[in-house]
């Protein structure tokens, strides 16, 4: 069994079903992720792990919060614990471990979609991922790392699916000038604007996009817009949505399914995508 203590690895010989290992304080085990198996820990090495995440190298803080997740999706971590887990993460900088996270608490409010207590975990997402949204911006910078560029997109698709203020702001801005001007939207971040000013925007905004789609040259941008015309929140502008797509002759039969792809889980855009389809 691989671990990994203050930084330095070690491993011990598991000859049995069970053994005794001696350990110093917030070690982890599965050192490198390089085991196909989950760990889990008691409540005082979880909390001991927490507070020493930046010793761990970057491929295991990721897999910490990744076991966590399990453990609690499988019903042995209890919400509570994992959201304080993910709370050390506030100074984290890798995009794997914030991706992570950011699609365990996507998971976690699906899970819950129509309880009234989703509303505080998106208000508490907001708040975790905060600080490395200020910290990334949106505007990219010469030379910068394919890294950093990642840690962006990760971020700000995160505080878009949770609304987290600034940045549906900053979606609204630039889905503004992209209508305007399409080559003025960086290609990293097309996804998030365009989804984004759907999730956020009013009911216009589907002629707005599907005028966006009738007019781009690229696949790719084609179908990231179709990807946005399918996540609204209403079900008003989400049925026009699947009409034009069957419809319309404006879209291919094969790429349908990018529009079917970004319907949310929440209950009001299902049952109006339900209704439409039967």
Known sequence: ??????GK??????????TAID????????AGQSGFYLVHYDDATWKELAASLEKLPALDRYGLQADAYSLMR?????VGSYLRLAEAYRHEENHHAWGGLASGLRALADI????????KLMEWAQKLFGPIIQKVGWE??????SERQLLRMTALAAG???????V??????????????????????QGVVFGGAARHGGDDVLDQLTGLYEMADLPEVKVRLLGATGAFLREAPLRKAVDYTINSGKVRNQDAMYVFSGVPIETKSLKGLDSLLS
């Open 168 to 189: 549906v702001a900053g979606v609204k801005r630039r889905f503004d000038a992209a209508r305007r001007d399409l080559s003025t939207l960086s290609p990293n971040l």
């Open 9 to 18: 690895r070690s491993h011990a010989w598991l000859k049995s079903k069970s």
């Open 23 to 30: 350990a110093p304080k917030g070690t982890k085990l599965n």
């Open 140 to 145: 990219e910078t010469p030379g910068e790392s």
């Open 74 to 78: 499988a019903g042995y971590l209890s």
């Open 1 to 6: 069994v691989p671990m990994i203590a203050d």
């Open 160 to 166: 878009m699916y949770f609304g987290e203020p600034q």
């Open 112 to 119: 819950f979609v129509g309880d009234p207590a989703v509303k």
